[in-house]
């Protein structure tokens, strides 16, 4: 009865506190607002990150690129399989905390030789066959987590679960602004293809006009050499740009975890339906929307707990081991009275001497949890610069745009009216070359510009911690 009450109330002691701190969620100042060029309204509380994937890329081939990479990406796939890891790990480690128990069981088969060294007696001929059976349930050694080092080794698990978890979730918001950054930059080298190609025939039907001219004396061998040069620049461009789209096509292969291959396309760069306003919402809710500061906040959990296994070395551990079972030369008396038996051991280690060891494996502990401080501080920051930077990568890139447009209109307007007074004699070529050289320049630099502009939206969606839903 004794020791049923001792064991009963070691049970009860091993359920109080754990060594070691809780956790508790630092501090964070957070901004009252993102900076952007222009004054956002502090109160706006809707971001364009609560929208699902499917609703801010409206392009239907860009879907079904996102949705094939979102079940064959290598990364997202080895991220899958990271929080399996972990959750088999915290099953683990969570079993420890419980008893372990196995069941045996043996059966011995004896028959005594009549010429041996020794012999049987007549009288003992009969039980010249022996049989032995035991069979028992053994308590295996089972730790009482009086000072709660298996609890915190759980919450530790349970904590790199979580962030497994959040870190898979990082990859899928990361895999969806890549697939669309590539498929829309893949969009715009398309766009640069088809200008150097109608930027040639423009070129080529000047250069003939050129010949034509100077078959009639009224162009010179300089007047040919230089439309020919305008040419040959604007077709040495088409190699190189379709070099850099098949290279981009290889790369959305790889995101979706196929062979290298051509890639389907959708709407023109100029045609895609991105949201025209783009709310970032409220400083404070990216803390809980952005998967990655989410994983970093559980690996600050996982460090913290890991103080109190380390500390927990310094108290004595207690564990049990035991045996309940039968034994006996018949099996139908093998469980009665007479031949059961049992076993139970406590065993108390209480450490002495260990140079150090268990003080310097604390202070470990506690270094490794200000690292993951420091790492949980720094993507915080990180999150909001980033919000920053495409918050002020989509005003100053859509002033840039605005003004482009407005060049590259008033180049197609100087090209049309030199290449009217070249025809005419009133001017020399050499101003209509200008011109188209220019134009060819800006045009180029506009598709740029409507791709970074374009790009801004996206980057500001994942700084956000969107398409992870």
């Not at 003939?208 to 305008?230: F, H, I, P, Y």
């Not at 062979?259 to 409220?282: A, I, M």
């Amino acid at each position: 009865m004794r020791a049923r009450t001792s064991l009963l109330l070691m049970a009860l002691f091993s359920a109080g506190c754990a060594v070691g701190p809780n956790y508790q969620r630092p501090a964070i100042a957070t901004p009252a607002t993102f900076r952007a060029p222009q004054p956002l309204p502090p109160d706006q509380a809707a971001s364009i990150a609560d929208l699902k994937w499917f609703e801010v890329f409206k392009d239907q081939q860009l879907q079904d690129l996102i949705r094939t990479a979102l079940a064959r990406n290598y990364d997202l796939r080895d991220a899958i399989a990271r929080v399996e890891a972990a959750r088999a790990s915290l099953g683990i480690t969570r079993s420890q905390q419980f008893p372990n128990v196995a069941a045996g069981g043996s059966v011995d088969f004896n028959r005594l030789s009549r010429g041996g060294a020794t012999p049987i007696p007549p009288a003992l001929l009969h039980s010249q066959n022996r049989t032995f059976g035991s069979a028992a349930l053994q308590l295996l050694s089972f730790e009482i987590d009086i000072w709660g080092r298996l609890r915190r080794a759980t919450e530790a698990a349970r904590a790199n679960l979580l962030s497994a978890e959040e870190t898979r979730m990082a990859v899928v918001t990361t895999l969806v602004s890549d697939v669309a950054t590539s498929y829309l930059s893949l969009r715009e080298l398309d766009y640069e293809l088809e200008i150097s190609r109608r930027t040639l025939q423009t070129r080529e039907e000047s250069l003939e006009l050129v010949r034509q001219r100077q078959a009639g004396g009224v162009s010179t061998r300089l007047d040919l050499r230089q439309a020919e040069q305008l040419v040959y620049t604007a077709a040495e461009t088409i190699p190189a740009t379709q070099e850099r789209i098949e290279q981009s096509e290889n790369q959305i292969s790889l995101l979706l975890g196929e062979n290298p291959g051509g890639v389907t396309r959708g709407r023109s760069l100029t045609d895609q339906d991105l949201p025209p306003d783009v709310p970032p919402g409220l400083p404070s809710a990216l803390l809980e929307r952005r998967p990655d500061i989410r994983a970093a906040e559980q690996d600050l959990i996982a460090a913290n707990a890991e103080i109190g296994v380390a500390r927990a070395a310094y108290f004595p551990q207690i564990s049990l081991s035991g045996l309940l079972g039968g034994a006996s030369t018949q099996l139908s008396s093998l469980f009665s009275g007479p031949h059961s038996t049992w076993s139970v051991v406590p065993q108390v280690t209480q450490p002495i001497f260990t140079a150090g060891r268990i003080t310097s494996s604390v202070r470990l502990a506690q270094a490794e949890r200000d690292h993951a401080l420091v790492q949980y501080e720094k993507v915080i920051q990180t999150a909001f610069t980033e919000v920053s930077d495409a918050l002020i990568a989509h005003q100053r890139v859509r002033e840039s745009r605005e003004k482009q447009e407005a060049l590259v209109n008033a180049l197609e307007d100087r090209l049309q009216l030199a290449y009217m007074r070249y025809r005419g004699g009133v001017d020399t070529q050499l101003n209509a070359l200008d011109a188209d050289r220019d134009l060819f320049t800006a045009q180029l630099t506009l598709a740029q510009l409507r791709l970074e502009e374009i790009l801004s939206v996206v980057q500001l969606y994942k700084a956000l911690g969107g398409g992870w839903q």
